[in-house]
C-alpha cells in the first residue's frame, strides 16, 4: 500500500526535469546568498584587524588641541591608569622639526615610549634610548640614509624676545616601509623624554602632548564618556566611532542585504513558476486522486512533501557547495585575479544560521502553493487556467497603505536623526524595501490596468494580431506574475550594484583628478628653494610637454586693511598660463605689485579693483606686525585657486625677497600637460637626477592602478551579477516557454479560422515581449528608485550603459527563443496538433 511519501516521488517522475530545475535555482541562490553572505562577515573580521594593523592596540586617543597651548601631566596619566575599563596608557610628544639643516620645510616629529602599546600604535619595533631615532622610508630616501646612519634634527622654540634650536643627533635603528595600500609619510620617532623636554609650556611635570589609551573590550565609549567628564577640556577620539572606519563597510552592508533580498525574491518567484509546470505535468494525477477520494488534508501533505523535498535538497546542495567554494574556490580566484587578501573563515553556527533561515523563508513563501493545490476539486484543476482573474480587496488597501504610512514615517525619522548615521541608514534601508515591497505587491493589477485602457490604440496602431494576443494577456498575468517580478528583482538588483559600483569609481575618479589637474604632477618634497618658475619654461621646451605651470605653498602674510592687520595665507600662480587655460579671465595690471582676491573676501572687507594694500608679516624681536612692501588689486575672482583667497603672479616682489623673516612661496607643484605620458616621463627623468628629492607621479598609471583595485574588490560581485542574470533569463524564457507551448490548442483553433503561420509568430511575440518589457520598465523603475533611497545615505551616480546593454540581451534573447518556437508552432500540421492535444 502507498503512503503520502511514496506517491509524492512517484508523482516526481512525471515532471523529473522541473524537478531539477527547481533545486538547481534553490541551490545557486542559496549558494550565492551564503557566500556573500559569510563574504561580508568576514570582510566585517577584517576590517577590524585592518584597523588595528593601522591604528595598533590603541583605542582612544586624548589630549589638548594644539591652540589650547597645554600639555598632559604626569598626574594626569596616572588619574588615566586607573579608571575602570582602562588597561594600558602610553604618553606620547609631538613636534614639527627641521632634519638635516633643511629649512624649507619641517617634518613631523613625535617622542614615544618604548612600551607595546605605543610600538603598535607606530609599527616599530626597538627600544628608543635618548640618542636613537626611527625614521620611515620617505625619510631616509630624501636623504640617503641607512641604519646605523646620524641624522641632525633640530627643534626651534621661541624664549622670550629670542628663537633658541634644541638640536641633537641620532642614530637612525630602524627605518618603517609604508603601511599596505598607504604611501610612506615623512615622520620620525625620537624618544619621548628628549621631545617633551623641547616643546613649549614642558617642565618637569609634562608626560607629553597626548596619550594612547587601551581599553577592555566593547568599553571604549563608555570610557571616552568618562575622560570628558574628567576634564571637559580635554579632546578625545575614540577610534571605533571614526565615521571613516564605518562607512565602506556599512555600504558593503546595505549592498549584500538589498542583493541577498532580491535574490530570494528572485529565488522564491522562479521556484513557483517552475513548481506551477511541474503542477501542471502532475494536475492529471492529482485528479485523479482527488476523483478516487484523496482528501484535501492528503493533497496538502502530497504537495508539502515534494516542496519540502524540492527546498531541502536546495538548500543542502546549495550550503555544501558554498562551502566548497568559500574554503577551495574563493582563495583561488583571488589569487588568480590577484585580489586583495581577503578572510575565507567559516562561522559554522553563521552559516547553519542562513541555512535554517533560508530553508523557513522559503518554506513560508510557498506555504500558499500548499493551500490553493489541496482546496482545488478534480474539476476546479482541470480548468485553473480559465479563472486567473485578479480582483482588489478591501483588505488589500489596509495592507499598502500601513506599509506606505510606515516606510514615510521610516524615511522622516532617519532624515532626522541624520541620514548618514547608523541608524538613519537602517530606517532607509527597511523603507526602501518597504517601498519596493508595495510596488512588487500592486505590479500585476496596474499591469492588467494598462492593458484594458491600451487595447484600443494597441488595435489602431499595430494590427488584429496584436490587439488578439493582448487582450488574451489578462487572464495570464497572474499566472505569469512571478516572470515579471523575476525580471524586475533582476533589473533592481542590476540597477543598484552596477549604480554602486559605478559610484565607487567615479569618487575615485574625482579624488584622483582632484590630485591631478594635468597628466604629470612633480612634487618638491623639501620645498627645494632653487626650484624656480625658470624650469617650467624648461619643461615646456621638452618635444612631448604641452605646456607647464607651477604651484606654491601656502605663505603667511598680513594685510593693512581698515587700519588693522589681517592675517592670511597666500599662493603663487602662474598667472599668464591661468589666464591662457581660460583658468582665470585676462587680468591687466603690474604683476610686480598686484593681488588677485577672491569674491567673497573682497566683499567681506569692503575692497574693489585698483586699492593699495600695505603687506606685512610678524616680526618675533619686536612683536608686531612690519610692513615688506604694497599690493594692488588687480582682479577679484569668482572662485579661489587652490582653496586660496589671495594670490599673486611668480613676478611679485613677495616671491622674491631676500629675508627669512616671512615662509616664502616656494614652488611645491610642477603640473605639466602632454600627450605622450610615458614619454614625456622618460623625458623629465633627468630631473631626479639634478633634484633627487622630486617626486614625479602621473595620472594614467594611477587611474590604472585604481580601477584594477576597483575592479579587483567588486569582481566577485560582477560574477554573482552574471550567474544571477543568465540563472533568472534561463528561468524566465523556460517558463515562457513552456507556458506557451501549453497553450498549442489556442493557437490551433485560431490558425482553423484563418490566423496565418505570420500572424501567430507575431502573435507569440506580442505577448512574450509584453511581460517581458514590463518587466524591464517596471524593474527599471524600481531599481532606480531603490538606488535614489539608498543615494540618499550617501550620494552616487546611475549606470545606464550595464542597464542598457542587459536590457538589450534579454529583448534579443527573447526575441530569436520565441520567433523559433513560432515559427516551430507555426509549421506543424494541424491534424496532428488536434490529436496531440
Known sequence: MFTMRTIALKLFRAAWANVLTSISIITISICLVMTMSVYIWNANSQMKEEIQALYGEMDIMVGYNPEQNMLLTSQQIEN?????????????????????????????????????LVKSRYHFNVNLGPNDVVITENVARLFHKEVGDTLNVTFNKTVGDSVEADTGN??????????KGTDSPNIILIQNDVLKMWMENSNAQTAGMFALIKTEDNVATAVGTDLKQLDGTLRVD??????????????????????????????????LSTFQLLFHKIKEQLMVLRALGASTKQVGRIVQLQLSLIIGFGV????????????????????????????TNLPMIFVLGIAIVSFLLLQLITKWQVHKSSSLLPLQIATENENLSLRWAKWKTIIVSGAAVISLFLFLNAYKVGKNSGQGALMILIGTLLVSGIFLYIMPYLFTALF????????????KEAYLACHQLMPQVRRNTPIILSIIGLMVILIFGSSLFKSVQQNSYEYINSQYETSIKIENELNDPTITPALTKEIEALPSVSYAYAQSNFAYISLLIDDKWTSND???????????LDKLDAIEGDFKNGLIVKESFAKEHKLTVGDHLKAGTYDNALHQEVPIGEFQIIDIVDSPINDSDLMVDWSSFLSNLETTSISRTNITDIIVETDDTDQALTDLSYLQERWPALKITDKETFIRQNDEMTFQRWSLFVGVFVILISATCLGVLQTLLHSIYSRRADYAIQRLIGLSPRGLIKLILTQVLSFV??????GTFLGLLVTKLMFTIDGGSYDFVTLGVTSIVFLGATLIVFTLQGYWISRKKLANEMIDI
Open 773 to 778: 518589457l514590463y518587466g524591464l520598465a517596471v
Open 80 to 116: 588615566f591608569e586607573t579608571m575602570p575599563g582602562v588597561t594600558k596608557v602610553s604618553s606620547v610628544s609631538l613636534a614639527h622639526t627641521i632634519v638635516e639643516n633643511e629649512k624649507s620645510t619641517s617634518f613631523y616629529t613625535v617622542g614615544v615610549e618604548s612600551d607595546d
Open 570 to 580: 597666500i599662493i603663487a600662480i602662474d598667472v599668464p598660463k591661468y589666464v591662457q
Open 238 to 271: 575614540v577610534m571605533s566611532d571614526y565615521d571613516d572606519f564605518k562607512r565602506n563597510l556599512q555600504a558593503l552592508m546595505i549592498f549584500m542585504i538589498v542583493l541577498s533580498f532580491f535574490i530570494l525574491l528572485i529565488s522564491s518567484v522562479l521556484l
Open 452 to 463: 484594458k485602457i491600451s487595447l484600443k490604440p494597441i488595435r489602431t496602431v499595430f494590427g
Open 316 to 343: 543542502l546542495l546549495g550550503t555544501s557547495i558554498s562551502l566548497l567554494v568559500i574554503k577551495s574556490w574563493l582563495p583561488q580566484l583571488i589569487s588568480i585575479m590577484k585580489m586583495p587578501d581577503a578572510k
Open 170 to 179: 641620532f642614530t637612525i635603528q630602524e627605518i618603517l616601509p609604508p603601511l
